[in-house]
């Protein structure tokens, strides 16, 4: 089943880079666009969706619909600029 996401904290190429790369790793068919901070994923099964949200939570991209503290929420915040910042350098060096 195909189902998408809205995800915090997508602001630009390098955090699509990041998490498509680090999606793709465990499903098919992954989209990220930017603009609409959606994340769209081919799903086997209901668990693989707790696996998908648990990953994207790891590089600082929690669902949109996720109840976070505010001490979480800021350092989810801190993490994605990381992870934004590995997808970019990974960007530039596939070029």
Known sequence: MTKTFEVSNLKCSGCA????KAISEKFSNVSVDVESKKVTVELENEADEEVLKTTLR????????????????????????VSCAIGKFDTKKGE
């Open 17 to 20: 880079n990041t998490i498509s």
């Open 58 to 81: 790891s590089l600082g991209y929690p669902l949109v619909t996720d109840n976070l503290g505010f001490i979480e929420n800021n350092a989810l915040k801190a993490k994605s600029f």
